[in-house]
């Protein structure tokens, strides 16, 4: 099954301009969990191949794939092998030249990620450095270090991993006793690399030049904060990250947001302005501080990063207005675009977010653990989440959609221990249910024999396993019913790529009771969001172009409702 492809030249259009990264809707593939066509219950190439007709008919702009490279899969790819080919369980390389071909032919950009934060361990580089042994040009490549303490059995500092528990894994040497030790901020199968190193440097160009040449139209940068360390590896001690926003520039925090970062970026920006049409990078770059953040969207450095202060922000009306005045002011004062998201394959979806209570405040966190024991209003989290969608599409600049976020999917809390595969899970010995609740296989069928069209009939079971009641929120169900939350991001998106006033550009907050947030963009349009327990009057003369919910009988705007207007 697959949506009748009947938008196409609209997205298309859009992405006729030579800076289509600016307006952008961005549709996020996480590929386990898209579509499996071989049957082994792990989404692939050939599944995304296969729906593509789908994703122009939705109307997106671009996709952007999560890691596609051989891996050994301790984090979900994110642990790369090999830069240059693709993992077996997803397909070939040839079959990813075909895919890229076929979504340019639907007028589709491709934006594929990159890790240069740290390869595997199974990576050429990192099985050499630990056969070179200490001292050597391999092991300069990655960050080894004698331990503290007697025998070096301490870690060499106090840095801990993002996934729990020390950053550091000791070696053993090729006689069996314990060698050095070497830095992962992530999984201890995933090294974290030199970038003082010029192999390292070099590596990271040819790849970023490989996938050029095949046509790939940008990258989503993994960790893009994270590259350089201080050297002296300093323990962290009790300095916070993120670092307050009113701290002198002269702090810096040891592993995160170093200022060397952004003379690394200028040489991939070079790389990219080799390349027509114009190839474009996407940071993911948790720095918390609008100004940083904006330091790295400089003309010759990165082109976007994803604005997690919007993800996180609670759905309280200030709170947001707050974010967006911060979001454009940095973005403007370095001429950057924006990029809208409210979801990832490593954050709680925004349905079960928000239908918690927003008082409490969002956790910058990737993981549940603050929500657990939460009360949860899923009817709310669904009718804040399709405002919060109209809201992301209206404001100026590009915006990401996570798969499954067009069909209203929340996330699955109750997935077994024993089925859980998140690294994390794993180093917190199950304190944090980690991250496979937003990652579970999405249903294309109401019909749950198996998988929900997930897989072909009879396939393996899916990698995770799908909750009951899945098939009513499945593309099937949902295509072509009117109010659903997959005709609302179709109808809003092609709105999106027709009207000239939205994508890039500026907006103007409008007079509005407090807990709303309404403003105008030239020429013509307007968003109005009510963020409040009350239902509001409508300017009006406008004409309302789509609407995230009912109106009153009286043609109120209710709580947690959106519209887009035409402005007379
Ligand atoms: C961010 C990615 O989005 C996440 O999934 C991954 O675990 C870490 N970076 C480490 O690569």
Not at 239 to 250: C, R
Not at 450 to 463: E, H, L, V
Not at 472 to 483: D, F, H, K, L, T
């Amino acid at each position: 099954m697959t949506l009748t492809q009947d938008r196409p030249t609209l997205a298309a259009s859009r992405n006729d301009l030579p800076t289509w990264w600016r307006n952008a809707a961005v549709y996020q593939i996480y590929p386990r969990s898209f579509a499996d066509a071989n049957g082994d219950g792990v989404g692939d190439i050939a599944g995304i191949r296969s729906r593509l007709g789908y994703l122009a008919g939705l109307g997106v702009n671009a996709i952007w794939i999560n890691p596609w490279y051989p891996s050994p899969m301790k984090d979900a790819g994110y642990d790369v092998s090999d830069y240059r080919d693709i993992e077996p369980v997803f397909g070939t390389l040839d079959e990813a030249d075909a895919m890229i071909a076929e979504a340019h032919a639907l007028g589709i950009k491709v934006i594929i990620d990159i890790v240069p934060n740290h390869t595997s361990d199974q990576h050429r580089f990192f099985v050499e450095a630990l056969a070179a042994g200490p001292g050597s040009p391999e092991r300069d490549r990655f960050i080894f270090r004698p331990g503290r303490g007697e025998d070096g059995a301490l870690p060499p500092n106090d840095w801990q991993s993002c996934f729990g528990g020390p950053a550091w894994t000791r070696t053993t040497n090729p006689d069996g006793t314990p060698g050095d030790w070497y830095l992962r901020l992530f999984a201890p199968e995933q090294p974290d690399v030199n970038w003082d190193n010029e192999d390292i440097r070099s590596e990271f160009l040819a790849t970023l030049r490989f996938w050029f040449d095949r046509g790939v139209d940008g990258f989503r940068i993994d960790v893009a904060h994270g590259l350089v360390k201080d050297s002296a590896l300093p323990d962290v001690g009790d300095l916070p990250f993120p670092l307050p926003e009113d701290w002198p520039d002269d702090v810096d925090h040891p592993h995160w947001d170093r200022p060397g970062i952004h003379e690394i970026f200028r040489t991939w920006r070079a790389v990219a302005d080799e390349y027509a049409p114009q190839r474009a990078f996407c940071g993911e770059i948790w720095v918390g501080r609008p100004r940083r953040l904006a330091a790295y969207l400089r003309d010759d450095e990165l082109h976007t990063a994803f604005n997690f202060d919007f993800l996180m922000c609670p759905w309280l009306a200030s709170d947001l207005r707050t974010v967006i005045d911060a979001t454009l002011a940095t973005h403007a004062a370095v001429g950057a675009p924006a990029t809208w998201v409210l979801g990832n394959h490593d954050v709680c979806r925004p349905v079960s977010r928000y239908a918690r209570d927003q008082r409490l405040g969002q956790p910058m966190d990737r993981n549940l653990v603050h929500f657990l024991g939460r009360p949860a209003d899923l009817d709310a989290g669904l009718r804040r989440a399709r405002a919060a969608a109209l809201l992301m599409l209206a404001l100026p600049g590009s915006a990401y959609i996570y798969e499954g976020e067009e069909l209203g999917l929340p996330e699955v809390e109750d997935i077994p221990l024993d089925a859980m595969q998140d690294p994390t899970v794993k180093q917190t010995f199950g304190a944090d249910p980690g991250r496979d609740g937003c990652r579970v296989p999405i249903p294309w069928d109401a019909d749950a024999s198996g998988n929900y069209g997930f897989s072909p009939a009879g396939a393996s079971a899916p990698w995770l396993p799908q909750p009951s009641g899945w098939g009513e929120r499945s593309v099937s169900a949902e295509q072509g019913v009117p109010g659903s939350t997959l005709e609302l991001y179709r109808s809003a998106l092609a709105i999106r790529n027709a009207h000239p006033a939205l994508g890039d550009g500026d907006m103007q907050w409008l007079d509005s009771p407090a807990d709303v947030l309404a403003f105008s963009r030239e020429p013509g349009f307007a968003c109005w969001v009510n963020v409040g327990p009350e239902p509001v009057a409508l300017p009006a003369d406008a004409k309302v172009l789509v609407r995230s919910g009912d109106l009153t009988a009286d043609g109120a705007l209710p709580s947690d409702t959106a519209v887009w207007l035409e402005l007379g």
